[in-house]
């Protein structure tokens, strides 16, 4: 549900005929604390910056207990709170199927609303895990095994020690697999 305040201008005013209302700015957030503006008179020629509260009421997300960095969020960890968005911290995640799958990037005590900083995409390889590289193109495919020298999640960049000493750059395609790219 959505609420609008808007707060009387401290200025006395002419009345305005044919109000027209639209947000200012480019990137202000369309909740909180926000200015409007409202264009007066039969040609909009005249324009008033008013404050306004934009109240916003729905569902957010918050651990249900206790996460330890590392663990691996499934829908039973969480649980969805009602309250005003306005007042949430800027990077909160609304959407639960975002979330779970997910790793917590550090420890979340029980009742943390949950910040998109705090996941991170389960590692599929592992630092010195054998990785099999793939490269091909059209008509060939090549495969050839290898050493993981960071950790990487799917779509994740990793860099790839081969039985030579090379060293290559790959994309994480699946659990010990990368794809060297050209």
């Not at 909180?32 to 109240?55: D, I, N």
């Not at 900083?117 to 599929?124: D, E, G, T, W, Y």
């Not at 994309?171 to 060297?180: D, E, F, I, Y």
Request: net charge positive.
């Amino acid at each position: 549900s959505v609420a609008v305040e808007v707060r009387a201008p401290s200025a006395h005013l002419p009345p305005c005929v044919a109000p027209q209302v639209f947000m200012p700015g480019r990137g202000q957030k369309p909740w909180g604390r926000v200015s409007v503006g409202v264009r007066c008179g039969e040609q909009q020629r005249r324009v008033r910056y008013m404050q306004a509260r934009v109240t916003v009421t729905g569902r957010y997300w918050v651990s249900a207990g206790e996460l330890p960095a590392g663990t691996p969020i499934r829908a039973g960890m969480l649980r969805a709170e009602q309250g005003d968005l306005s007042r949430l911290p800027a990077n909160a995640v609304l959407e639960r199927d975002r979330i779970v799958g997910q790793e917590a990037a550090r420890p979340l005590p029980a009742g943390t609303v949950i910040q998109s900083h705090q996941l991170r995409k389960p590692a599929l390889v592992e630092r010195r895990q054998a990785v099999t590289l793939v490269a091909g193109g059209e008509g060939f495919r090549i495969s050839r095994e290898g050493h993981a020298l960071d950790d990487g999640a799917l779509g994740g960049r990793v860099r790839v020690r081969l039985s030579n000493r090379e060293v290559v750059t790959a994309q994480v395609t699946g659990p010990g697999r990368a794809r060297v790219m050209f």
